[in-house]
């Protein structure tokens, strides 16, 4: 039987994971942080500012006009969204492009160009893609990602000297893209529009939940957390005890939770051969699960009731961390995201293009603003730019 306990470490909340009673013996020690919305758990004092965070804003005393009065309301409480663009300086001096560094030798590209966290194939995951389509299409379409998951389905031609055109024209200091025709952005519409991510729904947000989020119970006993939560946490540290890194692989996320035989193999994106190993996009009706695939609810002993949404669960964390909003940790499955994956295995709609959008300003920055841009590390889910 699985524990999860809280703790603290040299002053850090950690969840503690282990087998048993004694949390001496194999135990996963995770950081906890105060979630931006506020924890369901009444352990936690709930947020003043829920949808205000303080660090976004600043409060100001303002004369406002009420215009449906025609009237001035004087010295009235007002909050100012800060911001990182507008100041009083002169700005022209921030708009200085990659190409314009490296037509003055103040920076090169490097050959070869860097992924720049380009999706890579991963052994099996197209087949858990159609299988979970195929599944739940119902709920997917509910929590409105059946599009989003669906496009994670195919590659795309990544084209280097595109890649390299269009960093070196990106103006970090505004976020656009400066041409010939004037500025061009990339806007949540289309991230809406290309990847399928909603733009509305719950605000998202990666965190390691307390142990009274996981296990604890509200009123009318229902728990502050999906159950399917608990079990993906399970998963993680019997996957981080098998692997010599101590860390989790996409690879090896897979090939824990879906036990079908692969269909698909690695190949380039720009190569034309081999149709029949790529996908197609037909989604077909899934079978019943033999018993070999349902080995993984055994070894987890997931509760029968639980078991199709922890599945679900299980592949929106892979999808989140590796195809999604990928990080430093490039195909490594993050524990921070099964918080969200389980509410989202129930229909629960978050956020997504918001997130991915910040996600590819940042990325775009990191590497425009680089002498050399290759060796800047930069990771952004760059198959939403080239898709």
Known sequence: MMTFKDGVNNGQPILSIFEGKSASIGAVHLPVFEPVIGSPSPCHPDVADLFHPTQWFINSEEDLFDSTNSATIPSSTAILLQSSLHSNEDGSKHFILLGDQINAQRATWTDPLASFGQFSFTE??????????GRFSEVLSLARIYSAIYASLFTYSRDEDLIRSFCELWCPSTNTLHTREGELSISLWDLTYIGGLPVYGRFYDEVIPPAQDLT????????????????????????????????????????????????????????????????????????????NEEGVFDDLAIKTSVQEEAYLAAFLSCWLSVFVLPNEEVNQ????????????????????????LASIYRGLKQISSSPTPNQCNAILPMHYICG
């Open 124 to 133: 099996q995951y197209w087949e858990w893609v159609e299988d979970v389509l």
């Open 216 to 291: 604890g119970h509200g009123e009318s006993n229902k728990s502050f957390l999906p159950p399917s939560c608990k079990y993906l946490f399970s998963a993680y540290r019997k996957l981080v005890h098998a692997s010599e890194t101590h860390q989790v692989t996409a690879h090896a996320w897979v090939s824990f939770w879906f036990r079908q035989k692969s269909r698909y193999t690695d190949h380039s994106p720009n190569d034309q051969r081999e149709r029949a190993n790529k996908p197609t996009g037909q989604i077909n009706k899934p079978l019943r699960r033999t018993r």
């Open 333 to 356: 499955i993050r524990p921070t995201v099964f918080k969200v994956a389980s509410m989202m295995a129930r229909g629960c709609t978050f956020s997504l293009a918001v997130p991915v």
